[in-house]
């Protein structure tokens, strides 16, 4: 799989120095995540794994736009189906939900 990014300006420098609060925050919720994906099923490793994906993502917006199910306010966690996006029977359809992709009906969970 091909993963697509965006070029960034030449004069624009997307690496920072992030400390204090703002550090505290992304480390809660790093931990808070991979939590999260052990308690749904995922091995320490791969949760680990997807919890420092998002983090990347987060510290670089600008960089990629990928979004998980989980995130979003269509995402039914009892069935682990997607409430959106609909099969040819009217079904709801079956997630990837530990998948970083761009969907269409994304709507960020409240």
Known sequence: MTVKTQELPSNQNPFRLIEGRELEVFIK?????????????????????LAEKLWERDMFPELDDRRVCF?????????TRCES????????????????????SFEVKK
Request: aromatic share 8%; proline share 2%.
């Open 85 to 104: 996006i609909r099969d040819l029977r009217g079904a709801p359809t079956a997630t990837m939900r530990f998948a970083l992709q761009r969907c269409n």
């Open 29 to 49: 919720r790093h931990e808070r995540r991979r939590k999260h994906f052990i308690a749904e099923g995922l091995s320490d490793t791969e949760a680990y794994e």
């Open 71 to 79: 995130e979003c306010k269509h995402y039914n966690e009892k069935s």
